[in-house]
């Protein structure tokens, strides 16, 4: 995430992406101070997330080895892209990150927290005006004739937020939803089609198979935009295996006669949002396998390692409107909606749309 070597090399990045507040069109409220993060917020960072999340999911969301696995993501960097609000005691109250970090930065993404305690108090209206001017950034490493849109990911149930996100000009143009599985018993043995098998998960020798799979079956996915294969890999790996959710053994590979790998399901000992929840981050088949049960054998199989284990709980997240119907799927192998998040839309730029939005389009 972070390739920073010293004092100096920040002080020049934050004069690179330095934003006017005299210029930004929602002025910071009056007793509150703004300022841009740096890794030793981190504690506080996670202290505002976990009292929103206990606020609004009951959970106490992202540990604080998972925000910082987030923020040292290769390309992400927090002194240029994460901004704060505090009040006079210097207690942070708001926070927005902007994510612009892959080679195609088309869909800068707004992630935004205001305590709960002060929502509707501008707070919200000030970080997204901050955010937007920030995502504006992108436009010198694009070419010109390429859309750029800013896209937001909110929590349904907050409606301070998605408020101030229609007050600035986005819109819901998506949902997506946590799904989870109450386990009671032991879930069903799987059933694999003919000629295909579960292999486990070598490290040493198949992490670039797997990281090519992924890419190849969420071509698929809304939003999709192929970036370079050495970048995407070590960003797929930073992402996927550097905390300590990160197991090996909960990688499962569904491979053919001939042993090449299509399909996977890999999963975390625990989600970002609960540790009593096992989680799976990532499920997809190969086109010329799918409609086979290959991905229910595969959750399947997943589940039935986790009740092993003692977890009776696992979570996953889906697109609301799946290109390949994978809702449908987590609904028949018995997962319930457990909450929804909306995602919102601004274009700054009109142009060119690189990115997949039909099943069509990523066939292209």
């Known amino acids: 995430m972070i390739r920073i070597g010293g004092l100096y090399q920040k002080i020049q990045n934050w004069k690179r992406v330095r934003i006017r507040k005299d210029k930004m069109k929602n002025k910071l409220p009056e007793n509150y101070t703004s300022r841009q993060a740096v890794m030793g917020d981190l504690p506080e960072i996670r202290r505002l997330e976990e009292k929103k999340s206990l606020h609004y999911n009951g959970v106490p969301g992202f540990s604080l080895e998972r ?88 929590n349904h149930k907050i409606d301070s937020a998605a408020d ?22 032991e879930p069903d043995t799987p059933v694999w089609a003919e000629g295909i098998s579960l292999r486990p998960y070598n490290p040493e020798q198949d992490a670039r198979a797997v990281y090519e799979t992924d890419e ?71 086109r010329p396998w799918r409609r086979q049960g290959i991905a229910q054998a595969l959750l399947l199989e997943a589940f039935g390692e986790y009740y092993k284990r003692g977890k009776r709980k696992v979570d996953l997240g889906v697109d609301g409107e799946s290109l390949t119907g994978a809702t449908d799927l987590y609904k028949k192998v018995g997962m319930y909606v457990l909450r929804q998040y909306d995602t919102y839309e601004k274009v700054l730029r009109p142009g060119k749309d690189v990115s997949v939005n039909t099943l069509e389009m990523s066939e292209v």
């Open 67 to 154: 925000l910082r696995n987030e923020y040292e993501l290769p390309g992400f960097e927090i002194n240029k892209s994460v901004h704060l609000v505090e009040d006079q005691q210097g207690t942070l109250v708001g926070r927005v990150e902007v994510w612009d970090e892959t080679d195609l930065p088309v869909h800068p993404y707004i992630l935004i927290t205001v305590d709960p305690d002060l929502e509707n108090q501008g707070i919200e209206d000030y970080l997204i005006g901050w955010a937007e001017e920030r995502a504006q950034q992108v436009f010198d490493r694009l070419d010109p004739g390429l859309r750029v849109a800013i896209r937001a990911y909110i």
């Open 164 to 185: 101030a996100l229609k007050s600035a000009g986005l819109e819901q143009i998506r949902n997506g939803f946590r799904m989870r599985i109450e386990m009671e018993q």
């Open 216 to 286: 190849e079956v969420f071509q698929d996915h809304f939003g999709f935009i192929k970036e370079d294969p050495e970048v995407g890999f070590e960003r797929f790996m930073h992402h996927m295996a550097g905390d300590d959710s990160y197991d090996p053994s909960l990688w499962f590979l569904a491979v053919d006669e001939n042993k090449e790998i299509v399909a996977i399901c890999l999963c975390r000992r625990y989600g970002a949002e609960d540790k009593e929840a096992g989680y799976v981050s990532s499920l997809g088949v190969k």
